[in-house]
C-alpha cells in the first residue's frame, strides 16, 4: 500500500509517497541518497544505522518511515551546522577514534543522544550507553576518549569516576 508522509530531515521539509513497508533506513540511503546512515544487520542488533527521531537516537533499520510522520530527523548530513563540525565529530577526528569508518555515523549520532539521556557520566555509564553500537574494527577505546572528551567539555563528566582507560 502506497502513502503519504511529511517529514523535517535535517531541518529540510520532505512530503514523499512510499511503501508501506519501507523502513526509515531504506527511505534515506535508496529513495534520498543520505547513504552516511549505514546499513549493518538490518535487524536492530549493531546500531549501524543510528539516527535521531525527534532528538533520539534509535535504529532506523527497525522503524517503518510511515511511522515517522511528523517527526523530525537528524542523519550524520545535518549534525553539523553552518560549516563547523559538531564537537563530537571533532573529538572523533583529534582523537582518531576510527579505523574503516563504517559504524562511525552511528556512533557519533548514538553518542549525540547519548550527550542528552540520564546515563552516569562515568567511563562505565558511557560504556554502558554506546554498548548498543558496535565497531568491528575494536575501536572502542578512542571513541571512548572522544565522548569523554566532549563531556569534560561541556563540564559534564563526573572526574571522580572517570578513568581513560
Ligand atoms: S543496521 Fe540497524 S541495527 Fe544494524
Ligand atoms: S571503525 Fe570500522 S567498524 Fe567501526
Given at each position: 500500500m502506497e502513502l503519504t508522509v511529511t517529514l523535517e530531515i535535517n531541518e529540510k521539509k520532505h512530503v514523499l509517497t512510499l511503501d508501506s513497508r519501507t523502513t526509515l533506513l531504506d527511505l534515506l540511503r535508496e529513495e534520498l541518497h543520505l547513504t552516511g546512515t549505514k546499513k549493518g544487520c538490518d535487524?536492530?542488533?549493531?546500531?549501524?544505522?543510528?539516527?535521531l527521531l525527534d532528538g533520539k537516537r534509535v535504529n532506523s533499520c527497525l522503524i517503518l518511515a510511515?511511522?515517522?510522520?511528523?517527526k523530525s530527523i537528524t542523519t550524520i548530513e545535518g549534525l553539523s551546522s553552518s560549516n563547523s563540525l559538531h564537537p563530537?565529530?571533532?573529538?572523533?577526528?583529534?582523537h582518531d577514534a576510527l579505523q574503516c569508518g563504517y559504524c562511525t555515523?552511528?556512533?557519533?549520532?548514538?553518542?549525540?543522544?547519548?550527550l542528552n539521556?540520564?546515563?552516569?557520566?562515568?567511563?562505565?555509564g558511557i560504556k554502558e550507553g554506546m554498548s548498543g553500537n558496535?565497531?568491528?574494527?575494536?575501536?572502542y577505546p578512542n571513541i571512548l576518549t572522544a565522548v569523554?572528551?566532549?563531556?569534560?567539555?561541556?563540564?559534564?563528566?563526573?572526574?571522580?569516576k572517570a578513568s581513560h582507560s
Open positions: 535487524h536492530g542488533q549493531c546500531g549501524t544505522c543510528t539516527i510511515a511511522s515517522a510522520d511528523q563530537l565529530q571533532k573529538a572523533f577526528i583529534s555515523p552511528g556512533q557519533i549520532l548514538s553518542a549525540a543522544g547519548f539521556e540520564p546515563w552516569e557520566r562515568t567511563t562505565e558496535l565497531c568491528r574494527c575494536g575501536a569523554q572528551e566532549v563531556l569534560e567539555n561541556q563540564k559534564l563528566l563526573n572526574p571522580q
